[in-house]
């Protein structure tokens, strides 16, 4: 038995299937990390806008609103489109189509196309995260997923800790409509290299699914259920609070907000790694396991977040800067490694055919929030 794993790890086609892996792992993270670039940069122009084009807080809000309606919205139907059409060609046709919206939102100059712009980038930004699930369904194996699932997650929280050092020096210097030039600049690199890397299947150029995709069909079949109560989107509602509460009347703001992203990295880096090597543990120990043994692992991380929201609740005005950003990231570890992880389970828990509708329909209650 383990001369035969052995034989099989060391085979020629495995080491094609972990480096084609490995290489669409890093396409996916790039694409996805260049639209929620694109998603922050217009909280951060806000400033600019409001003194440059003569808008007020309604104007932006209107704006604001149009997005995320249009995001909730394209979520209702990516979990179908993912399932029907090839990851391969849809994924980098939403990149490609962002980048025309954010480089059309920078030569816009009446509100109502600004509205209207916005608004089309929500609908196709809503495309985006399950395509990336199923491929990731397709390519993982099962006793690594949460450890994948969560090295992508975390390419927003990337985005996030690079927006607030990044996009105030293009703002300074070039103008609030750079930052909309750079990444749409950064989304059409992006889809070239996701358009040139990715691949729907690894059957699709002969490989083997090395316990991927069969094995997790197999165990939805004899459950039959989901988990899943919260979901990825929660983490950027959180940043979106973060920075109209946080960015405007604090000097520290930025870092504050880079806090928390540096904690949602580590968080979705460890917490997965963490629920990957319990199951496995589990799996050794009892010869069996299923996607619900993560979950007294959640509940403890849940309890961390309850506190550390509390505790950052009951902080004063003035209260020290050190213990706001202590917060902040463990608040960003434990949001980002929760929903992560939870992510991980529902799909988990149907057939890899169906992956994208699951996910379509449990991230809508974080969007009807």
Same mark, same amino acid.
């Given at each position: 038995?383990?001369?035969?794993?052995?034989?099989?790890?060391?085979?020629?086609?495995?080491?094609?299937?972990?480096?084609?892996?490995?290489?669409?792992?890093?396409?996916?993270?790039?694409?996805?990390?260049?639209?929620?670039?694109?998603?922050?940069?217009?909280?951060?122009?806000?400033?600019?806008?409001?003194?440059?084009? =003569?808008?007020?807080?309604?104007?932006?809000?209107?704006?604001?609103?149009?997005?995320?309606?249009?995001?909730?919205?394209?979520?209702?139907?990516?979990?179908?489109?993912?399932?029907?059409?090839?990851?391969? $060609?849809? +994924?980098?046709?939403?990149? +490609?189509?962002?980048?025309?919206?954010?480089?059309?939102?920078?030569?816009?100059?009446?509100?109502?196309?600004?509205?209207?712009?916005?608004? $089309?980038?929500?609908?196709?930004?809503? +495309?985006?995260? !399950?395509?990336?699930?199923?491929?990731?369904?397709?390519?993982?194996?099962?006793?690594?997923?949460?450890?994948?699932?969560?090295?992508?997650?975390?390419?927003?929280?990337?985005?996030?800790?690079?927006?607030?050092?990044?996009?105030?020096?293009?703002?300074?210097?070039?103008?609030?409509?750079?930052?909309?030039?750079?990444?749409?600049?950064?989304?059409?690199?992006?889809?070239?290299?996701?358009?040139?890397?990715?691949?729907?299947? !690894?059957?699709?150029?002969?490989?083997?699914?090395?316990?991927?995709?069969?094995?997790?069909?197999?165990?939805?079949?004899?459950?039959?259920?989901?988990?899943?109560?919260?979901?990825?989107?929660?983490?950027?509602?959180?940043?979106?609070? $973060?920075?109209?509460?946080?960015?405007?009347?604090? !000097?520290?703001?930025?870092?504050?907000?880079?806090?928390?992203?540096?904690?949602?990295?580590?968080?979705?880096?460890?917490?997965?790694?963490?629920?990957?090597?319990?199951?496995?543990?589990?799996?050794?120990?009892?010869?069996?396991?299923?996607?619900?043994?993560?979950?007294?692992?959640?509940?403890?991380?849940?309890?961390?977040?309850?506190?550390?929201?509390?505790?950052?609740?009951?902080? !004063?005005?003035?209260?020290?800067?050190?213990?706001?950003?202590?917060?902040?990231?463990?608040?960003?570890?434990?949001?980002?490694?929760?929903?992560?992880?939870? =992510?991980?389970?529902?799909?988990?828990?149907?057939?890899?055919?169906?992956?994208?509708?699951?996910?379509?329909?449990?991230?809508?209650?974080?969007?009807?929030?």
């Amino acid at each position: 038995m383990v001369s035969t794993l052995q034989s099989r790890h060391h085979s020629d086609d495995y080491r094609r299937y972990r480096g084609r892996f490995y290489i669409i792992v890093a396409c996916i993270f790039i694409g996805y990390a260049s639209l929620v670039i694109g998603r922050r940069a217009f909280a951060f122009c806000k400033p600019a806008m409001l003194e440059v084009e =003569g808008f007020d807080e309604t104007n932006l809000g209107w704006i604001t609103t149009g997005f995320y309606l249009t995001y909730a919205i394209s979520k209702c139907f990516a979990g179908v489109v993912a399932d029907t059409f090839g990851s391969r $060609l849809f +994924f980098p046709t939403c990149l +490609f189509v962002s980048s025309i919206f954010c480089a059309a939102f920078a030569t816009a100059a009446q509100f109502y196309q600004l509205v209207l712009l916005w608004s $089309l980038e929500g609908l196709i930004q809503g +495309f985006a995260w !399950p395509i990336c699930g199923k491929l990731l369904m397709h390519w993982c194996q099962s006793d690594e997923l949460a450890t994948w699932w969560s090295f992508l997650s975390g390419s927003s929280n990337v985005s996030g800790l690079i927006s607030p050092i990044l996009l105030p020096i293009v703002i300074k210097n070039y103008g609030w409509r750079w930052c909309f030039y750079g990444t749409a600049t950064a989304l059409v690199t992006a889809a070239i290299l996701n358009f040139c890397c990715l691949i729907d299947s !690894p059957i699709d150029i002969g490989l083997s699914q090395y316990d991927g995709i069969m094995q997790r069909q197999a165990n939805a079949k004899d459950k039959g259920k989901s988990n899943r109560s919260d979901n990825k989107d929660q983490a950027d509602d959180q940043i979106d609070w $973060l920075q109209a509460i946080v960015y405007d009347p604090l !000097p520290h703001s930025a870092a504050a907000i880079g806090s928390f992203d540096i904690g949602g990295i580590i968080g979705t880096l460890s917490v997965g790694y963490i629920s990957d090597s319990l199951l496995n543990w589990r799996r050794k120990d009892s010869k069996t396991s299923d996607a619900s043994d993560r979950i007294p692992f959640m509940i403890f991380i849940s309890a961390m977040c309850f506190m550390a929201f509390l505790m950052l609740l009951l902080q !004063p005005p003035d209260g020290s800067m050190v213990i706001i950003h202590a917060l902040l990231f463990i608040l960003g570890s434990t949001i980002c490694g929760i929903i992560s992880v939870l =992510g991980v389970v529902s799909m988990e828990n149907v057939p890899a055919s169906i992956a994208g509708r699951s996910h379509t329909v449990l991230t809508l209650y974080g969007n009807c929030e």
